[in-house]
C-alpha cells in the first residue's frame, strides 16, 4: 500500500506539472495572462481524480488490456463530471464547462494512455528478447 501511495504521488506531481505547464503556455500564447486559483485547483481536482484511477487499475488490472485503458478512462472521466455537478453548486460553471473538461481531460488520458500502451510494449519485447 506504501508503495501504491508514493506511486500515486509521483504520478500527480508529474501531471499536475505537466498540464499546468502546457496550460500556461497555451493561456500566454493566447494573450491571457492569468490563470485563476479557482481553475488551478480545478484542475488539481482531475488530475487527483486521474491518478487515483491510474492507481487502483494498476493494482488490479484487468485481464483484458483494452479494458484496461477503457474503463479507467470512463470511471475517471464519470467522476469528473461529478466534481463539475458539485461545484456547479456553488459557483457559476462556464457555460461550456462540461465540453471543455472533456476535452482536456480527453486529451491527456489519451496521452497518457498512448505512454502505458508504449511502455507495454517496450516491456513486452524485453520479455520476449530474454527468452
Not at 473538461?101 to 496521452?111: D, E, K, P, S, Y
Request: hydrophobic share 55%; net charge positive.
Amino acid at each position: 500500500m506504501k508503495k501504491a501511495l508514493w506511486q500515486g504521488t509521483i504520478i500527480f506531481s508529474i501531471l499536475f506539472t505537466l498540464t499546468t505547464l502546457t496550460s500556461s503556455i497555451l493561456q500566454l500564447i493566447t494573450g491571457q495572462l492569468e490563470d485563476t486559483n479557482a481553475h488551478i485547483l480545478m484542475r488539481g481536482g482531475f488530475v487527483f481524480i486521474a491518478t487515483v484511477t491510474m492507481v487502483l487499475f494498476f493494482i488490479y488490472p484487468f485481464k483484458n488490456k483494452l479494458l484496461s485503458y477503457l474503463v479507467p478512462y470512463v470511471i475517471a472521466q464519470l467522476l469528473v463530471f461529478v466534481l463539475l455537478f458539485f461545484v456547479g453548486l456553488t459557483t457559476e460553471l462556464h457555460p461550456d464547462a462540461y465540453r471543455d473538461a472533456f476535452f482536456n481531460f480527453t486529451g491527456v488520458a489519451v496521452i497518457v494512455i498512448a505512454t502505458l500502451i508504449v511502455i507495454d510494449r517496450v516491456k513486452h519485447r524485453s520479455r520476449e528478447k530474454q527468452r
